[in-house]
Nanobody, 128 residues
Framework: EVQLVESGGGLVQAGGSLRLSCASS????????IGWFRQVPGKEREGVSC????????YYADSVKGRFTISSDNAKSTVYQQMNNLKPEDTAVYYC?????????????????????WGQGTQVTVSS
């Protein structure tokens, strides 16, 4: 069974930092691209970041470039998203997503109902 478990969300003041973690199990980690989407109630999901299976390429939404960094630890089958200089508009539920095939969509920031696995989400709230 594929499982993605996010952690690291919370409440932070604007300008602060958080690090999200996505621990995976039940997958061959090296075969999967893994990314982060976020969603605010009433709005569409937004692809935030992605890292390829090799770790050699990354994607960032324009809204987070220069502030967020995605990385992976293959030994721990875990992906991290370091979020610095957080803004109130970053407030959302953040979801970890993994897929071995729909890499162009996942690492292009496009949502697909065909993505192989989603985590349960972790809330990030940035106060002004």
């Amino acid at each position: 069974e594929v499982q993605l478990v996010e952690s690291g969300g919370g409440l932070v003041q604007a300008g602060g930092s958080l690090r999200l973690s996505c621990a995976s199990s039940g997958i061959t980690f090296d075969d999967y691209a893994i990314g982060w989407f976020r969603q605010v109630p009433g709005k569409e999901r937004e692809g935030v970041s992605c890292i390829s299976s090799s770790g050699g390429s990354t994607y960032y939404a324009d809204s987070v470039k220069g502030r967020f960094t995605i990385s992976s630890d293959n030994a721990k089958s875990t992906v991290y998203q370091q979020m610095n200089n957080l803004k109130p508009e970053d407030t959302a539920v953040y979801y970890c997503v993994a897929d071995p095939i729909n890499v162009a969509a996942l690492c292009g920031g496009y949502y697909s109902s065909a993505f192989a696995a989603w985590g349960q989400g972790t809330q990030v709230t940035v106060s002004s």
